[in-house]
């Protein structure tokens, strides 16, 4: 059974602090997807990575993606108020046994930023 | 744009009800998904469909159909609704490519008592 699981689940960071949120999923797949849901709104696309090694950034957060230890690491530098959210991982499963459009996503991590 | 459009966005229903959550996209994507999320356990994926007249079952279809007879309209079915079925669902809906993320509706916040 395929598992994505994210860590932490809950993370109280306060204003200009760094931190790591970790995603370990349990299948090979080099494509994984971040987002990004605000209370009461819809999922907001933040990253594509589609290969190992793969690095993007945005801002004050960055992506990463390690296939052969099944990781993905999203890092957020500088924390402020606004990247308060709950932030998603999700492993596409097209080209191995799946179909693209089928997605598993990890439980989310709730990001309260605090001044 | 319009993007991905769901309809309602907020339904009660009662136990035993019937209906269909709507959901439609304007991006001429082949692919398109529904997923419900609850508290604590992230979206998870109730069936999907590659193209017209083509769907699979996603992690938990009991209790769902769905069909997909045009590109634009991926509808999902609740056939006798139950209590375990309250929750949030969200449509979405992605062109061929994996390079491309899929694109979210707004969400159906659907009660059932």
């Known amino acids: 059974e395929l598992k994505v699981e994210q860590n932490p689940l809950f993370l109280s960071m306060q204003e200009g602090k760094n931190y790591t949120i970790y995603c370990n999923y349990s299948?090979?797949?080099?494509?994984l997807y971040w987002y990004r849901q605000d209370p009461g709104k819809s999922l907001e696309s933040l990253f594509v990575l589609l290969s190992n090694g793969a690095v993007k950034q945005e801002g004050r957060l960055m992506a990463s993606l390690d296939t052969k230890a099944r990781l993905s690491t999203l890092h957020i530098t500088a924390a402020v108020h606004d990247l308060s959210a709950t932030y998603f991982c999700a492993v596409d499963l097209s080209g191995y046994g799946g179909s693209q459009g089928n997605l598993i996503f990890g439980k989310g991590t709730k990001l309260s930023v605090k001044p | 744009n319009a993007g991905v459009t769901q309809t309602p966005k907020f339904q009660v229903l009662k136990t035993g009800q019937s209906m269909t959550l709507q959901c439609a996209q304007d991006m001429n994507h082949e692919y398109m998904s529904w997923y419900r999320q609850d508290p604590g356990m992230g979206l998870r994926l109730i069936h999907y469909s590659v193209g017209a007249g083509i769907t699979d079952q996603g992690e938990v279809p009991n209790g769902y159909n769905v069909s997909r007879s045009t590109t634009e309209d991926f509808p999902l079915r609740l056939l006798s609704a139950a209590p375990s079925q309250t929750s949030v669902y969200f449509c979405?809906?992605?062109?061929?490519?994996?390079?491309?993320?899929?694109?979210f509706g707004d969400g159906t916040r659907l009660s059932i008592l």
């Open positions: 299948t090979t797949s080099d494509r």
């Open positions: 979405a809906s992605s062109p061929r490519g994996w390079s491309q993320p899929q694109h």
